[in-house]
Every structure is written in C-alpha cells, then in structure tokens.
C-alpha cells in the first residue's frame, strides 16, 4: 500500500519579500503543484494514515499526504486559504519552542543569516575567525578539518552552504554554535528576534484554529534539535514537552505523528515515541512510503521540488513509480 508523503516549509510572496535569496516555495507555484496533485493523487489527511498503521485501513489509490514543517505563519496566511479552497487536509508539525516564547529558532536565523549574504564565503570565513577565537576554550579541531567534514554540496545547496548550515546546526557545541549564530544574525538580519519571530512563527491559537478547522497538528519537538545527538533523557524531555504543547493546541496525544527535526532519529528516541503511543514517524529520506514495507515510524518523504510546480505537466518519474501493471497488463494506480 503505497503513499507519497510531500514535504514543505516557507511559502511565500517572493515580491513581498525582505530576502529574496530565501528558498522559499512561491505561493503562485504552490497553487499549480495542488493542482497537479488533485489531477493525479487523492490527498488523504493524518487520521487516514493513522488508521491505516493502526487498524491496517485502505487508503485511496495513488494516496499523498501533505505535509508541512516549522511552523511558519505563511502556512496560515498562504497556505491555510488554498487547503481550505480545494477542500484538502494538510499535516503542520511546529516546533513548540518558538510559539510558547517567541524565540527565533538557530536553524531559522542560520537560514536568514545565509539569505542575507549574497557572498557565502563571508560567512566561512567569519566562521574560521570564531573558531580561531575559541579553539582552545573548546578544543576544537583545525579549520581544514571542519572543512573537509563539513564543506560538501548536495543536491540543493553549495559546500559553502552546507558547511554553514552544519557547522552552526550540528559539529560544534551548543554553546559555541548559539554564540556564533547570535553574532551574526544581530550582525546581518535583525537586533529583535522576539519581533522577528513573532512575524515568522504562527500562535497558538493559529494552530488552535488550524486543528480544528481539518488540519492535523503533529509533533515537530520542543527545541527543533538533531534529535539523535541528545541523551536518552533528553530526548524523552523533547517528546514530552511537545506532547503538552499538542494538548495545548488540542491536539491528539493518544496517538500522533512525529516529524523529526532534519531527518534525525536512533532506536532509542523510536523506542521512546511507541511508549508514547506515536504511530508514524515522517523521515528526510526520498522515496514513495509503502506501508507493507516501511517501518511506520521511518516514513521517507519527498521535497516540493520533486513534484512539477506546472499544474500542466506531465506525470513525471515520482508518479510512474506509483503505477503497477495487474495479470491483464492493465496499469494500475496503487
């Protein structure tokens, strides 16, 4: 039983906009992705898919579910409208830590410290004078050695990019990485993050109103961290912060969905979410999910960018992988 799980975060009015540089999703093509997908998928909500992990319900053929990540307050003012046009449920997984105190999450500001710098060699090099600065209160490694961990494209963004994004998310310690990104998030976007994120988050009761409007609420963390480099402890804490959070919202807690934070999950975090009663788990990983194979709490799902933003366009590979051809050589949509 086979599912695509798309995978969104910013929406938003290019021409509106602060940062331009911003890899935000236009809310024009985001209208023309729905499209295609109500021409060749049947959207189906949170509770269909719980169901069907739960109780081993059917889903429609050819089933996708949307899903959106963060939090963002376009997802209410761009997209919240759209969804509720065409009559479609949507997933939105924010972190809790940005709406109970208005606190711009590091991976926010290190997308809007990025977006503010047209030249990202900048950045590394600001990065290598901090580290000069604190290798010895740290014991950190020497800069050609975060490079050559750090500094490596993908299929979306350039090694200086990357390195950046790993660097003040992930290799260095919390302490450093804070330090590092406040400089230069007061020093390139803004002096009033409190104000800045109360621009860039939704509210509670934005969320209150999405939950009980046929949108699911699921749980995206407390403090949005690389959930398989905490302790034990820690990643208990993180659930269960996010599950007060959800109740707040009026939200499900007997049985949710968790969508991890860049991807990071262990078995010990796994072990913790079926103790308390997680049924699905959305991953980072690209693929179409197949729920007869797929663990249920590693669901892979694909980026916006894998689906045309064409409501025009021809079924591409991402739909092809859907089709199955039955004992009469007829294709099937599964």
């Not at 969804?83 to 105190?101: H, N, Q, S």
């Not at 103790?275 to 959305?282: F, M, S, T, Y």
Request: net charge negative.
């Amino acid at each position: 039983m086979k599912l695509t799980i798309v995978m969104y975060h910013y929406i938003r009015q290019l021409k509106n906009s602060m940062f331009p540089e911003m890899k935000w999703l236009e809310t024009n093509l985001f209208k023309e992705q729905i499209v295609y997908i109500k021409k060749h998928y049947n959207v189906v909500s949170a509770y269909e898919l719980m169901d069907a992990v739960q109780f081993g319900s059917c889903l429609p053929p050819n089933a996708l579910l949307l899903t959106f990540d963060d939090g963002y307050i376009d997802h209410f003012t761009e997209v919240f409208p759209i969804l509720e046009k065409e009559k479609l449920p949507g997933c939105f997984f924010p972190a809790a830590k940005p709406v109970l105190e208005n606190r711009v999450l590091d991976v926010n500001k290190i997308h809007f410290i990025i977006a503010s710098t047209p030249n990202k060699k900048v950045l590394v090099n600001y990065i290598f004078h901090a580290l000069d600065e604190y290798r010895h209160t740290y014991q950190l490694e020497s800069n050609n050695y975060y490079w050559k961990k750090c500094g490596v494209s993908n299929r979306f963004d350039s090694a200086e990019i990357i390195f950046v994004k790993r660097m003040l998310q992930r290799d260095l310690s919390n302490p450093l990485r804070s330090i590092i990104t406040e400089r230069l998030f007061e020093h390139f976007v803004s002096q009033d993050s409190v104000a800045f994120s109360k621009e860039l988050y939704m509210s509670l009761d934005q969320l209150s109103y999405l939950q009980n409007n046929n949108m699911y609420i699921g749980s995206h963390g407390y403090e949005h961290c690389w959930l398989n480099s905490i302790s034990s402890d820690a990643q208990r804490k993180e659930v269960e912060q996010s599950l007060q959070f959800l109740k707040q919202i009026g939200s499900d807690t007997e049985r949710w969905i968790m969508c991890y934070p860049y991807g990071g999950y262990d078995e010990s975090l796994l072990s913790i979410l079926k103790e308390k009663n997680c049924l699905v788990g959305l991953s980072t990983k690209v693929d179409i999910t197949d729920l007869l194979k797929h663990d249920p709490l590693i669901l892979p799902r694909l980026d916006t960018n894998d689906l045309p933003k064409d409501s025009d366009a021809a079924p591409n590979k991402w739909l092809e992988t859907s089709i199955v051809v039955n004992d009469t050589g007829k294709a099937l949509w599964t």
